[in-house]
């Protein structure tokens, strides 16, 4: 365990203690149990076994959810990232990490406007409706009036920044621990995670991240007069409080008051989802939390977004292989399509290539006799996932979060239109792409990465040779699957020392009795009884841990 992990854990040891308490009362005790973490419990709760999650009620995917729920906004948000990670974990804990909302008990208007300074948003806010619109984790919504039109101000909460980075820290020490300890989850590569989970949440935490967003959103969709990107206020906006305009709008999930409006519905998702799709493959930006209740309508017939703390952005790279992927898929091209999706992705080498192949082509044939209409493609994006998890194939996480993007398209689709079809939707963007431009366009692109390689290999040499000529040319030798040799030594080496402390006790306490000098209590010499009673307890500590086969 490194030092400074040793210094911050200490600096938050209650907080830790909080949460490695309900990982307990959960049923994860193999997290804590056999591991340093032991240390940070109570001493009576360290020998404490809780029965393990798959026997309680609902298994582990439910137990992990309630444990997210009871340790508060960090880690409730960081189980919704992780539902989104299909790729990652199997869909039974997507299925249950989904149900995790967001939602807190909002606090005072006076309290969350105690510490903003800004005379000029104050006078603003003093005859706001103190009932906020909406509360979460990190910010209250309200409803007020500026240059005499309604807008809306979203104010962060007091204290939320140490809260947030608090936990985020003992998360990333937890998320290097377990990746560090236990082999069966090591795909997940949990330390990359968090730290990407962290990175969103410190963007989140400054609003000007979020109008800055909004002008991003704002400009590419401006050539689309159905789906409106609500004008942020800039001169009201600072790293506590941002204020945009007021669109009157119906959230989707209101599907009586939808139906209700003068105008088809379904012809405008579809329009709508055909855009968002097209935006991300022609110049790569997406909303990062695309769900219904982000999403409104106006009675005008228009889709206006809403949320914009986290945006995301798909490289040109991973671009051409969702096109790719799409033609593909419109081609029933299989083996085009396996041989493009892993070229995307990292695979290990232990891996067996032809079984992944195999199964993917497997995924794929099963759907190649229906028609482009009835294909199941969020079926087949959801088997793919999962067989690139069952089998480590690390795939892009710009591509994953893409296919999340979709699937959850179709979702919203299917719950207006009964018979809505995403690869209906995908083959009328396919057919828009000019098929040999585009490979015309990769062969050149591929020529010129040829290029680039073959112009770097000189420097490249150099650089080798210039390295052995000073000495200072490394090879770095990794020795695999010692670990747990190391470990069991020093259980090893731990247990010897103890043992020669107690016979050093017993020994030193024989020879204390037999001189009979010193303090006395009850007729015998006081420093041999304590010697005794020490060697005792360290033996019978010794022998639990034995036992148990857990380390000392």
């Known amino acids: 365990m490194r030092f400074y992990n040793i210094f911050l854990t200490y600096k938050n040891i209650k907080r830790l203690r909080e949460i490695l308490a309900v990982f307990l009362k959960y049923g994860f005790s193999q997290l ?35 444990a997210f729920e009871e ?43 105690a510490p903003i300074k800004d005379e000029k948003f104050i006078d603003i806010v003093k005859d706001t409706n103190r009932r906020p619109l909406a509360s979460a984790s990190i910010a209250q919504v309200y409803k007020a009036k500026h240059n005499g039109r309604e807008i809306v101000i979203k104010i962060k909460r007091p204290s939320v920044d140490e809260l947030l980075k608090s936990d985020l820290m003992l998360l990333a020490f937890l998320g290097n621990f377990v990746y560090r300890h236990f082999d069966d989850i090591k795909h997940i590569n949990l330390p990359l995670l968090i730290e990407e989970f962290t990175r969103i949440v410190y963007k989140e935490l400054d ?39 007021m669109v009157e709008a119906i959230k989707i999930t209101e599907k009586e008051k939808i139906f209700s409006l003068p105008f088809d519905m379904r012809v405008l998702l579809v329009k709508s989802f055909k855009v968002f799709i097209e935006k991300v493959i022609d110049q790569g930006i997406y909303h990062g939390d695309l769900h219904p209740g982000n999403i ?35 081609d029933k091209d299989y083996e085009n399509f396996v041989k493009v999706l892993l070229e995307s992705g990292i695979i290990r080498d232990d891996v067996d290539f032809s079984k992944v192949e195999r199964d993917l082509m497997d995924a794929f044939e099963r759907r190649l006799e229906l028609s482009i209409g009835a294909f199941d493609l969020s079926g087949l994006i959801k088997d793919v996932v999962e067989i690139s998890r069952q089998h480590s194939v690390n795939l892009p996480a710009d591509l994953v979060v893409f296919f999340r993007t979709l699937i959850l398209l179709e979702t919203i689709g299917k719950d207006y239109i009964e018979d809505f079809s995403l ?65 069991e030594t020093k259980k090893s080496s731990t247990r010897i020392s103890i043992s020669l402390v107690i016979s050093a006790l017993i020994v030193g306490s024989s020879i204390v009795f037999f001189s009979d000098k010193g303090p006395h209590i009850f007729g015998y010499p006081l420093l041999g009884v304590v010697g005794f009673i020490s060697s005792m307890f360290l033996g019978i500590y010794l022998l639990i841990s034995i036992l148990r086969g857990g380390r000392v």
């Open 32 to 66: 804590i149990e056999n591991t340093e973490l032991k240390k940070f419990l109570p001493f009576y709760k360290r020998y404490w076994r809780k029965k393990t999650s798959r026997y309680i009620e609902g298994g582990p995917e439910v137990q992990l959810r309630k």
């Open 71 to 113: 340790l508060g906004p960090t880690f409730i948000k960081f189980g919704q990232m992780l539902s989104r990670r299909r790729d990652l974990i199997p869909e039974s804990f997507v299925s249950e990490l989904s149900k995790l909302e967001d939602n807190v008990t909002p606090i005072s208007f006076e309290e969350i406007i």
């Open 207 to 245: 609003f000007r991240n979020e109008l800055a967003n909004m002008v991003k959103m704002k400009i590419l969709f401006k050539d689309i007069d159905f789906i409106i990107i609500p004008d942020a206020i800039a001169e009201l906006t600072k790293e506590n409080y941002i204020a945009m305009e």
């Open 296 to 330: 409104a309508v106006t009675a005008e017939g228009k889709i206006v977004l809403y949320d914009f703390g986290n945006i995301g952005f798909i490289s040109t790279k991973v671009r051409k292989v969702i096109k790719k992927l799409f033609i593909a898929i419109i």
């Open 423 to 487: 690869s209906n939707l995908i083959f009328d963007i396919v057919k828009g792409i000019d098929k040999k431009k585009e490979f015309l366009k990769d062969y050149l692109d591929e020529a010129n990465e040829i290029k680039n390689i073959i112009k770097s290999v000189p420097y490249r040499v150099d650089k080798i040779l210039r390295k052995m000529a000073n000495d200072t040319f490394t090879i770095d030798f990794v020795h695999k699957n010692l670990e747990p040799l190391i470990e």
